[in-house]
């Protein structure tokens, strides 16, 4: 164990452009931003509108914040390259997309095909071509191993080894603690990539088990959290005392929108009060991280849920942690982008370290 690493959370605002159904039902646009890509002594800014005027506008700064325009290269020049550099160097990393559903985690994390790739399969790219250049001008050699699973109604599931029946699989994987290596998911799948092309078909076939459990249940993927986790091992052929290893996750969230009254019943309102369970257990492990950050010393409640369990280490141990909110520009959902924003606005507080992960 070496060098030590210390930061706040990033904290990334992101805010998508109207959809067509906003645009045909004349919402207003409530969200004004003064953008920042990260660069040194950059300020952005977040001005949120009561579309009633009830409220003064809520000013929010943040050191990166996209606009509606900014291209997908862009988010992944800003939040991707720099989480996967510190993976090479060692560090565990996570970036996780928080927002409501419909705000656009997913094209943010996943994204769609050519100019519209997401942050992981770009991290996915680059992470080949590195080594690729890497392997070609060293003695360094590297194995990268995938997982890839979801937690839905506080049940993790293995979506690169998917059940057929979900329901057969009562509780799912559980969450232990080694020693040494921590936190990790028993018995879960992780299946080792030679190749882009490997990730690829992994993260589809990952996202299409998740697809067809959405026709099942009630459109799984707004109510469950996904991570993905890649892991990269360094070996140098010369020097073998050189071992350095290190994981980075990608989160997409399950949508942080309060849970309606409105027709909720039996399941549907059993998996509500789960993804609250789990996204408020989030919030208040947040709020717990900025107190201890403040200098009080409070309890950390990570065992209230899955999610804040599987994330421990990101949040506040060894890991260094992106935030990327994601928000609609719509009128119509100001309560929830004003949640999203306090919510964002907290965690630039949480400080983490990272201790670099070598031998
Ligand atoms: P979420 O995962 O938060 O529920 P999605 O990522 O599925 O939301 O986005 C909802 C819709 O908005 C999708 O059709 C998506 O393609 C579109 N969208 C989201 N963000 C953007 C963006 N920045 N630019 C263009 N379209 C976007
Ligand atoms: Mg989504």
Same mark, same amino acid.
């Given at each position: 164990?070496?060098?030590?690493?210390?930061?706040?959370?990033?904290?990334?605002?992101?805010?998508?452009?109207?959809?067509?159904?906003?645009?045909?039902?004349?919402?207003?646009?409530?969200?004004?931003?003064?953008?920042?890509?990260?660069?040194?002594?950059?300020?952005?800014?977040?001005?949120?509108?009561?579309?009633?005027?009830?409220?003064?506008?809520?000013?929010?700064?943040?050191?990166?914040?996209?606009?509606?325009?900014?291209?997908?290269?862009?988010?992944?020049?800003?939040?991707?390259?720099?989480?996967?550099?510190?993976?090479?160097?060692?560090?565990?990393?996570?970036?996780?997309?928080?927002?409501?559903?419909?705000?656009?985690?997913?094209?943010?994390?996943?994204?769609?095909?050519?100019?519209?790739?997401?942050?992981?399969?770009?991290?996915?790219?680059?992470?080949?071509?590195?080594?690729?250049?890497?392997?070609?001008?060293?003695?360094?050699?590297?194995?990268?191993?995938?997982?890839?699973?979801?937690?839905?109604?506080?049940?993790?599931?293995?979506?690169?080894?998917?059940?057929?029946?979900?329901?057969?699989?009562?509780?799912?994987?559980?969450?232990?603690?080694?020693?040494?290596?921590?936190?990790?998911?028993?018995? $879960? &799948?992780?299946?080792?990539? %030679?190749?882009? =092309?490997?990730?690829?078909?992994?993260?589809?076939?990952?996202?299409? +088990?998740? !697809?067809?459990?959405?026709?099942?249940?009630?459109?799984?993927?707004?109510?469950?959290?996904?991570?993905?986790?890649?892991?990269?091992?360094?070996?140098?052929?010369?020097?073998?005392?050189?071992?350095?290893?290190?994981?980075?996750?990608?989160?997409?969230?399950?949508?942080?929108?309060?849970?309606?009254?409105?027709?909720?019943?039996?399941?549907?309102?059993?998996?509500?009060?789960?993804?609250?369970?789990?996204?408020?257990?989030?919030?208040?492990?947040?709020?717990?991280?900025?107190?201890?950050?403040?200098?009080?010393?409070?309890?950390?409640?990570?065992?209230?849920?899955? $999610? &804040?369990?599987?994330?421990? %280490?990101?949040? =506040?141990?060894?890991?260094?942690?992106?935030?990327?909110?994601?928000? +609609?520009? !719509?009128?119509?959902?100001?309560?929830?982008?004003?949640?999203?924003?306090?919510?964002?606005?907290?965690?630039?507080?949480?400080?983490?370290?990272?201790?670099?992960?070598?031998?």
């Amino acid at each position: 164990m070496g060098d030590k690493a210390s930061d706040c959370v990033k904290v990334a605002i992101r805010c998508r452009p109207p959809s067509t159904k906003e645009i045909n039902n004349g919402e207003e646009s409530i969200v004004e931003m003064t953008e920042a890509f990260g660069e040194e002594g950059e300020a952005g800014q977040v001005v949120l509108s009561d579309p009633n005027a009830h409220d003064e506008p809520g000013k929010f700064a943040f050191d990166i914040v996209f606009g509606l325009s900014v291209a997908q290269s862009q988010i992944y020049e800003s939040v991707g390259r720099p989480a996967l550099q510190k993976t090479f160097e060692g560090y565990n990393g996570t970036i996780f997309a928080y927002g409501q559903t419909g705000s656009g985690k997913s094209f943010t994390m996943t994204g769609a095909a050519g100019d519209l790739r997401g942050i992981i399969p770009r991290v996915n790219e680059e992470l080949f071509a590195q080594i690729a250049e890497k392997q070609s001008s060293s003695t360094c050699r590297f194995l990268v191993m995938c997982s890839f699973f979801e937690i839905y109604n506080e049940i993790i599931f293995d979506l690169l080894n998917p059940v057929a029946d979900r329901t057969k699989l009562g509780g799912g994987l559980q969450i232990k603690e080694h020693p040494v290596m921590g936190i990790y998911v028993k018995d $879960l &799948t992780e299946i080792v990539a %030679e190749d882009v =092309g490997k990730v690829e078909t992994l993260l589809e076939n990952g996202n299409k +088990s998740r !697809a067809v459990s959405s026709t099942l249940m009630n459109s799984v993927s707004s109510r469950s959290h996904s991570i993905f986790t890649i892991k990269i091992h360094q070996k140098d052929e010369e020097d073998t005392s050189r071992n350095v290893f290190a994981k980075l996750n990608l989160v997409d969230l399950a949508g942080s929108e309060r849970q309606k009254g409105t027709g909720a019943s039996g399941q549907t309102l059993k998996e509500g009060a789960n993804i609250n369970k789990s996204l408020s257990a989030l919030g208040n492990v947040i709020n717990a991280l900025v107190e201890t950050a403040n200098g009080k010393k409070v309890f950390i409640p990570y065992r209230n849920s899955k $999610l &804040t369990r599987v994330l421990q %280490e990101s949040l =506040g141990g060894n890991s260094l942690c992106t935030m990327l909110a994601t928000l +609609s520009p !719509a009128a119509c959902n100001y309560e929830e982008t004003m949640s999203t924003l306090r919510y964002a606005n907290r965690a630039k507080a949480i400080k983490v370290s990272a201790t670099k992960n070598e031998e």
